[in-house]
């Protein structure tokens, strides 16, 4: 693939993820957001994605649910595998909702320098028997 296919495929995956209505975010090792969509943007409550880099589940959501994300986060980084989880949100209208994440780690140089959280998906009650 030469650069300018590259660039072109690059583009339309990240017009892909700021379009589709699941969520799709990119965390570094301290759980600090690197980049997310539209759609996470909206459960966050931020007015654009530009709000959400640097910042935390802590500084959105409410701090049962952060705790639990972190924990799982640090579970995940140490394992160095991917997998699944189901996780409670709150979504866009303050409503607690069930979400279903694979989380993956992204490597450079042999190092996991992020986890890549493929897109999460909303689940129906149906979905959840624990």
Not at 99 to 124: D, F, M, N, T, Y
Request: aromatic residues 10%; hydrophobic residues 45%; charged residues 25%.
């Amino acid at each position: 693939m030469n650069s300018g296919s590259a660039a072109a495929a690059s583009a339309i995956l990240a017009h892909l993820a700021r379009r589709i209505p699941i969520f799709v975010w990119l965390k570094d090792e301290q759980s600090r957001l690197l980049a997310a969509n539209t759609a996470y943007a909206r459960v966050a409550r931020v007015a654009s994605t530009a709000e959400l880099k640097g910042r935390t589940e802590f500084d959105f959501f409410p701090k049962d649910l952060a705790e639990t994300y972190v924990a799982d986060d640090k579970a995940f980084i140490a394992s160095g595998a991917a997998h699944y989880v189901k996780e409670l949100y709150v979504d866009e209208h303050g409503e607690l909702r069930w979400i279903e994440v694979c989380k993956s780690p992204l490597h450079q140089h042999g190092k996991v320098v992020a986890r890549v959280p493929h897109p999460g998906r909303k689940l129906c009650r149906r979905d959840c028997t624990f």
